[in-house]
């Protein structure tokens, strides 16, 4: 991409098809704002400066977007044509190049259908270019009128169309290229005699033909890129192309899903080949898991880096690392910096939490390790805990190579267990335990004789 181009990101609209308190284009498909799609699209086509015109709950959105894009905000909501008219400053800084405006809430525009509509906007020399689209079901959208040669003649909006024109199935997908000075030229004559009493961007289509420019439409060959959401019913639907296109891609790529029912996975996502998906698997983020895997089923994975051969079953993880061959499961959450280590096993209700796990030590059950620093070939029995929050601080645990943690020992953080170190059943350690040491912590039993008979604690006795 030329480095004379920007983009303008149209995001002001309230949705309040959506009934949300949040902006519109910060309703989610497969888990990542619509905005964030749109912007990924423009960043991989290479325009790197970007503005977006902000209106409803525009300081939340503008704090979402943080340096990736600058803002404007539009106070009034009077159509796209204020909206751009806006950024007037903006476009000001690239007199000669060129601009491309699109909507915040289509999130299936992509960066090819940005760089090939650039290109014909290029070689026809348009002052603008408009990208469009042929669907089944136009309704709503506004319809791309053509000649009787198949000359771009203008856009109409759906409100000021007549039953001729709604017969139409080519529409305006809301994004198109502009040279910025032939822009600049007609904004300030876009004007708002219209149904709704708004300024429609789609006049300057209008005007610049009236005026000797050249216009063309651009029709993508992918008919979704142009699909918006303006309710959630719409959301639904992006929400189930989306769904559909990264299971093929991933298909395609040599990832087995034998059944699809519950898989979702987001855009930025990445998966190894021979990796199987089974039922209810969830991953979001950026999630990369690597070849020969087995991941679910009822497995959902957020941010988390997974390697080969590694087996999940139930399990709930977040901003994690799971090395190669682990096997982890059933119901086992693993939070923010647990680091598992390679054939490790993490049985059923086991939790992790910022904890680092050496190869091949097994936390078979019903255990916590929180805080800690767990050598290489440790066995947890059942029910053992890092005890590792005073109320005011956290403290950390560490466990050396091979040592053996018995059942249901408390480990009451700070303190260390040695290389080889052994914890008896039913402990609470407070104090080190060296290398090669057993630890014990717990009263001598004692037997009260009679004590059943005397008390009669149970129901039903006499």
């Given amino acids: 991409m030329q480095n004379n181009c920007c983009a303008v990101i149209l995001a002001a609209g309230e949705g309040r098809g959506m009934k949300s308190a949040r902006p519109a284009v910060m309703a989610e498909v497969l888990f990542k704002p ?41 106070r009034e909501l009077l159509g796209t044509g204020h909206a751009v008219l806006q950024v007037r400053s903006f476009l000001e800084r690239f007199r000669g190049g060129d601009v491309l405006i699109v909507n915040g809430d289509t999130p299936l525009m992509d960066s090819k259908t940005i760089r ?46 007549n039953e001729t024109i709604r017969q139409i199935h080519e529409i305006n997908s ?30 300057a289509v209008r005007i610049l033909l009236a005026n000797g420019q050249r216009a063309g439409a651009f029709a993508a060959a992918d008919p979704d890129v142009v699909l918006a959401a303006n309710d959630r019913l719409q959301l639904l639907d992006l929400n189930t192309r989306a769904r559909q296109r990264m299971l093929t891609h991933w298909l ?44 679910g089923p009822n497995t959902q994975l957020i941010d988390t880096l997974v390697g080969d051969g590694v087996k999940l079953d139930n399990v709930l993880s977040e901003q994690a690392e799971i090395q190669d061959g682990a096997d982890i499961g059933p119901f086992v959450h693993l939070r923010p910096n647990a680091k598992i280590g390679p054939h490790t ?15 091949g030590t097994k936390v078979s059950h019903l255990t916590y390790v929180g805080d800690a620093d767990v050598g290489k070939n440790v066995n947890f029995g059942c029910g053992c805990v890092t005890v590792n929050y005073t109320g005011k601080e956290k403290h ?67």
């Fill in 116 to 161: 090939a509509a650039f290109e014909e906007h290029k070689r026809a020399g348009n002052a603008i270019t408009v990208i469009s689209a042929c669907v089944e079901d136009p309704a709503g959208y506004g319809r791309i009128v053509r000649a009787a040669d198949g000359a771009f003649t203008r856009i109409i909006e759906n409100c000021d169309a």
């Fill in 252 to 295: 395609l790529e040599g990832v087995d899903i034998p059944c699809a029912d519950g898989i979702f996975i987001g855009p930025d996502v990445t998966i190894g080949a021979d990796t199987r998906l089974l039922p209810g698997t969830i991953l979001r983020g950026k999630t990369a898991i690597g070849e020969d895997c087995v991941i």
């Fill in 345 to 359: 096993h993490l049985g059923n209700f086991v939790e992790v939490k910022n904890t680092q796990i050496g190869e």
């Fill in 174 to 203: 809301g994004a198109c290229w502009f040279q910025c000075d032939r822009l600049l030229e007609v904004l300030g004559l876009i004007t708002n005699e219209n149904a709704r009493d708004e300024y429609y961007l789609t006049d």
């Fill in 34 to 74: 619509m905005i964030d799609w749109v912007l990924d699209a423009v960043e991989d086509a290479g325009i790197r400066d970007i503005c977006t015109v902000t209106g409803h709950c525009g300081e939340t959105l503008s704090a979402h977007l943080g340096a990736r894009s600058e803002t404007v905000l539009q």
């Fill in 396 to 462: 950390r645990t560490v466990i050396g190579d091979h040592a053996f943690i018995g059942c249901n020992s408390n480990l009451v953080a700070p303190v260390k267990v040695g290389d080889y170190g052994y914890t008896a059943a039913g402990s609470t350690i407070t104090d080190n335990v060296p290398a090669n040491a057993l630890g014990i912590a717990r009263a001598r039993q004692v037997n009260k004789e009679g004590w059943v008979l005397r008390k009669k604690p149970y129901k039903g006795m006499k």
